[in-house]
């Protein structure tokens, strides 16, 4: 046994830092945290000065009954999680969960995974930092009470199911305070000239612009007769040098942002990608709001410009991390080692790291050097001059290498950095075309995850390690969905001026459409509204900015973090307290007007099962009528006569091939009904507008889609695409099609393959099962475990033995058996689903744990 036990939290960190140890260090995974707050109930005793009550999950008892045996055996425990406040949790939480003792435990931070850092971390050894551990325990027990107590409040003031969380409710306020600008935006229209002027050498072109816009459609056009017989010349030159710099290397933030406008990764994708990076020793610590670079980073990039481009590309620099709040001394992110340009693993770990390895590069090279021209160009009919601004790179510098991507969006005007020809001052220019184009001013841009991302970094919001999570989570729960959406066309004015004659054109554009933007829904608008009314602090972007601030204070020991929860909870809670007790409940309900037909009320809002519309109200002696709204509609912007329009669903088409046909809308969309089969109408199509001409092309799509390509067995196989990708089906069996198939052109051999696999890896998935009573005895990933509809329950010890089941066990034990197993751990399993309702509306609120802090 060795000597030297280290604990990391991955398996993959384990194996590279163990082949640089010796064989005295035995190096184990802990699999992230060991232990969290108990589940079901708050784990919380506020009373009790925040106390809290952890416990060992059932998946991670195993690791710690491991990591236990194997540290009272070594005879040094090193804790080598990661150097931030979160890493430091998990030390302390091994040191706990593992009853280890102080003068047998060594606590070492590295912020990469290289040999010598390594070492050298081995020979630093400190011990647990607990201003780190208590800011990472204020921020957890401060989400926790905040998620426990608030969402109840939802549930009971708008759905069941809701839940709330401290910086994902900003997040949501962001992005629903932005769609509500946009929706109120009223765009203006100005018009905006430009020319090409040849300057009579060749093919060289000068092209200027109008540095005003003109209001009127008639300004512009008087504009452009009085240049017809004007004359155009070189009024003046300027030229000047000028400069530009390199971006910073790397933070958390940054990489996430241009990760996504570069190559399109989500802020979650990015982060496990760069989570492998790191664990595999290619790049440094990648969650961190520092720029700075070691001395020892700086001398290999250098000698890494030196080499491939020479002295002069190189530039020593140093950057100031301007982050508020900025936490723990980290470095920014950056390659172990400057001279692998390109790393082995997939395509993702590949370019994310030549990203790493280019801004890391790019931070240490010279600047850009470039001569600016701008040219006044007179008209000799007008008093305005055009003004023609051209530049030329004169030292590529860092861009030789990386340049830094943008999140503006009004890009329409931007043609790139011209090259101007040479000009002299009083040339004559001959106008070859003039347009005075109608544009249109935009709305705020909404937000992409890159773009939320640098907000909350600006707002001082969030922290490196809560960004990704924070994105996701907003998703997740539903209250925000990124997608792509169609623009609408748009009709402009386009006014030219050609060979002396002056032409008006009406043309058309798309405008609005988006690509992968952060878009409210109803039920997060709702959520929003009602925290704004009634949580003021939780949704206050200073406030929670503050909050972090406090976090900051407590990991560097300038604040006692119980008595910081102390002042945020006392308040809040008589927040909730007075909620519950005043606030009505909340649909986002509007009133839309009134419907022509009965003269009742129209009216929107969120309902049990989604955003609808509402014909009269339920104290009317006839009931409302009730129709849900499509996806491309909300709550908030739905007009009376879009409402009114779906009131037409569903509705009757006439037969087809003797079977009834009817459009209507479902739980899963918009939907063509032939016979007993519903038929899913193609996304972003109006059901309103399907014909039967176009219900029956919906039909035979479908039955192309579901006619047999193949036969196995003498049963039908079909091809299908869903929601995990391409599949087939045969015999009720789903089977995934991976990628290393030609899913278009499969073979009966491919098919067989696939089939063959399916049916004996199901073959061993079930123990015993029972069809009817959806139970079942299934082997999984961590052992045997029941399945009851779609829950996944333990199985326990045998009750006749004391012990686990064996595989004889399982194969022997009855129905009844299994659920009494079940009952154990779902109570009221078997009641009838009228009681099981009846129950949960008795049953109790939950009392509040109290134990001290283990």
Not at 706 to 712: F, G, L, S
Request: proline share 4%.
């Amino acid at each position: 046994m060795a000597k030297n036990l280290l604990i990391v939290e991955s398996p993959a960190k384990a194996k590279t830092i163990e082949g640089y140890l010796g064989k005295d260090f035995l190096v184990k995974s802990s699999y992230g945290h060991i232990r969290d707050l108990v589940k079901g109930d708050m784990g919380i005793d506020v009373a009790n000065n925040f106390a809290q009550t952890y416990e060992v999950p059932a998946d991670k008892k195993q690791i710690v009954a491991e990591l236990k045996k194997l540290a009272k055996e070594a005879e040094m425990v090193w804790l080598a999680s990661d150097e931030d406040r979160e890493g430091e949790a998990i030390s302390w939480h091994l040191y706990e969960t593992l009853g280890l003792k102080e003068n047998k435990t060594k606590r070492i931070v590295f912020h990469e995974i290289t040999k010598p850092a390594i070492l050298k971390a081995i020979e630093t050894p400190r011990t647990i930092d607990y201003n780190l551990v208590n800011a990472q325990q204020a921020r957890r027990v401060l989400d926790r009470l905040v998620g426990f107590e608030l969402s109840p409040v939802l549930w009971k003031k708008i759905k069941p199911s809701l839940s709330a969380g401290r910086v994902q409710s900003v997040a949501v306020r962001l992005i629903v305070d932005r769609e509500r600008e946009v929706n109120k935006f009223n765009a203006t229209a100005a018009f905006k000239v430009s020319a090409q002027f040849s300057t009579g050498k060749g093919k060289e072109v000068v092209k200027a612009e109008l540095p005003q816009r003109f209001d009127l459609e008639a300004d512009a056009e008087k504009f452009l007769n009085d240049c017809i017989k004007a004359g155009f010349s070189v009024d003046s030159l300027e030229t000047r040098p000028a400069k530009r710099n390199p971006a910073p290397p790397f933070t958390t933030s940054t990489l996430q942002q241009e990760a996504s406008r570069k190559l399109g990764y989500s802020v979650s994708r990015t982060m496990q990608v760069a989570q492998r990076l790191y664990e595999s020793g290619r790049i440094t610590y990648m969650r961190t709001d520092s720029v700075n670079l070691s001395e020892t980073a700086l001398q290999a990039a250098s000698a890494e410009i030196k080499s491939a481009w020479g002295d002069k590309y190189h530039q020593i620099r140093t950057y100031k991390t301007k982050t508020a709040g900025a936490q723990e001394a980290h470095e920014a992110i950056r390659p172990t080692y400057f001279n692998h340009h390109t790393v082995p693993g997939d395509s993702s770990e590949q370019r994310l790291y030549e990203l790493i390895w280019k801004r890391a590069i790019a931070s240490q090279m010279s600047e850009a050097l470039f001569e600016k021209t701008t040219a006044q160009i007179a008209i000799s009919t007008r008093k305005e001059n055009l003004i023609a601004e051209g530049e030329v790179l004169k030292f590529d510098g860092f861009l030789k290498v990386y340049l830094e991507s943008s999140d503006e969006e009004d890009l329409e005007d931007s043609e790139g950095n011209n090259m101007l020809p040479p000009l002299t001052k009083g040339q004559e220019l001959s106008l070859r075309e003039m347009n005075a184009t109608e544009r249109f001013s935009r709305p705020p841009a909404r937000y992409t995850e890159a773009s939320m991302i640098k907000k909350l970094e600006e707002l001082g919001i969030g922290r490196p390690s809560t960004y990704a999570p924070t994105i996701s989570t907003i998703q997740n729960r539903g209250y925000v969905v990124k997608e792509d959406r169609d623009g609408r066309q748009r009709s402009f004015s386009s006014i030219v001026l050609s060979n002396g004659v002056v032409n008006k054109q009406i043309k058309t554009e798309i405008t609005g459409a988006e690509k992968s933007k952060l878009f409210p829904t109803d039920i997060g608008e709702v959520v929003n509204d009602f925290l704004v009314e009634h949580f003021k602090g939780i949704v206050d972007f200073n406030f929670t900015a503050n909050v972090e601030k406090e976090f900051d204070e407590i990991a560097q020991g300038l604040q006692e973090w119980t008595k910081m929860l102390h002042s945020f909870y006392t308040p809040f809670h008589l927040e909730v307290e007075t909620t519950l007790e005043n606030a009505d409940r909340a649909n986002g309900e509007r009133l839309l007007g009134i419907d022509p037909a009965s003269g009742k009320n129209v009216y929107a809002k969120v309902g049990k099962f989604g955003p609808l519309v509402q014909i009269g109200q339920n104290d009317d002696e006839e009931k409302p009528r009730y129709a849900s709204l499509s996806k491309s509609q909300s709550v908030g912007t739905v007009t009376l006569e879009d409402a009114l329009e779906q009131f037409k669903l569903p509705f009757q088409l006439e037969d087809y091939e003797g079977k009834e046909v009817s459009v209507g809308v479902g739980r899963f969309g918009p939907y063509v009904k032939w016979g007993d089969a519903y038929i899913s109408i193609p996304k972003n199509e109006d059901p309103l507008s399907v014909d039967r001409d176009r219900a029956i092309e919906i039909i035979g799509e479908k039955i192309t889609a579901d006619a047999p390509v193949a036969h196995y067995e003498s049963l039908p196989v079909t091809k299908g695409k869903g929601r995990f990708g391409p599949f087939i089906k045969w015999n009720d069996l789903f089977i995934n099609v991976p990628k290393a198939y030609n899913f278009d052109f499969l073979t009966q051999k491919d098919i067989e393959e696939l089939i063959g696999k399916k049916v004996e890896k199901e073959a061993n998935r079930f123990i015993q099962q029972w069809t009817a009573e959806k139970i079942a005895i299934e082997n999984g990933r961590w052992g045997p475990f029941i399945r009851f509809g779609k829950d996944m329950l333990k199985l326990g010890k045998n009750p006749a033995t004391g012990e686990k089941y064996t595989p004889e066990d399982l194969a022997a034990v009855s129905l009844e058996e299994v659920k009494k197993l079940i009952v154990e751990q779902v109570p009221n399993a078997f009641e009838p689903k009228a009681a099981k309702k009846k129950a949960a509306a008795k049953s109790p609120a939950k009392k509040k744990v109290v134990a001290k802090k283990k």
